[in-house]
T-cell receptor
Framework: GQQLNQSPQSMFIQEGEDVSMNCTSS?????WLWYKQDPGEGPVLLIA?????ELTSNGRLTAQFGITRKDSFLNISASIPSDVGIYFC??????????????FGKGTHLIIQP | EADIYQTPRYLVIGTGKKITLECSQT?????MYWYQQDPGMELHLIHY???????EKGDLSSESTVSRIRTEHFPLTLESARPSHTSQYLC??????????FGPGTRLLVL
């Protein structure tokens, strides 16, 4: 099946720093999604990307859909304590497995030191 | 804001009991999904449904079963719970293959 490589696995940063994480795959995806999950809660959609090359912002978050359609990154600027959580990327391929060909990365654990 | 609900949020139960995890959404989404997730780990799709009377197995084999009698409701049942079923169960829904929205999850502990 399709696999996503999400990195880094975890990040320990100081409050106010910028954060960058990415997902890569050997397969092409039609859509890239970025979710954030707080402990004990379900993932919440942050940004959805539908077009290769697309760059989208949501407040302090910026995500891009790679030109090759095989990768995506998420940046968080000026991190604050509430940014702590697990960030998941997900790629969607209409020819792939799962209900809608949605494949999840293993997550990036973001920890912020005050 | 997604309107998808799961109950119970937390469940502690003994081995051998039958349990049903409820999931409902008020968005009229045709597709619904169940994922299993161990703490801090990735999500694994265990069941999905294209619509009423449709149920399919996901990528990860599971002893649970699901039903879809109504569009808004997608319950998951374990006939005989075991400690190996301890996990978080997440329900999601989407409209015509678009973005999936997740419920808050049910954390299950089987003793």
């Amino acid at each position: 099946g399709q696999q996503l490589n999400q990195s880094p696995q975890s990040m320990f940063i100081q409050e106010g720093e910028d954060v960058s994480m990415n997902c890569t795959s050997s397969s092409i995806f039609n859509t890239w999604l970025w979710y954030k999950q707080d402990p004990g809660e379900g993932p919440v959609l942050l940004i959805a990307l539908y077009k290769a090359g697309e760059l989208t912002s949501n407040g302090r978050l910026t995500a891009q859909f790679g030109i090759t359609r095989k990768d995506s990154f998420l940046n968080i600027s000026a991190s604050i304590p509430s940014d702590v959580g697990i960030y998941f990327c997900a790629g969607q391929s209409y020819s792939g497995g799962g209900a809608d060909g949605l494949t999840f990365g293993k997550g990036t654990h973001l920890i912020i030191q005050p | 804001e997604a309107d998808i609900y799961q109950t119970p949020r937390y469940l502690v139960i003994g081995t051998g009991k039958k349990i049903t995890l409820e999931c409902s959404q008020t968005m009229g989404h045709d597709k619904m999904y169940w994922y299993q997730q161990d703490p801090g780990m990735e999500l694994h799709l265990i069941h999905y449904s294209y619509g009423v009377n449709s149920t399919e197995k996901g990528d990860l084999s599971s002893e649970s079963t699901v039903s879809r009698i109504r569009t808004e409701h997608f319950p998951l049942t374990l006939e005989s719970a075991r400690p190996s079923h301890t996990s978080q169960y997440l329900c999601a829904s989407s409209s015509r293959g678009k973005t999936q929205y997740f419920g808050p999850g049910t954390r299950l502990l089987v003793l």
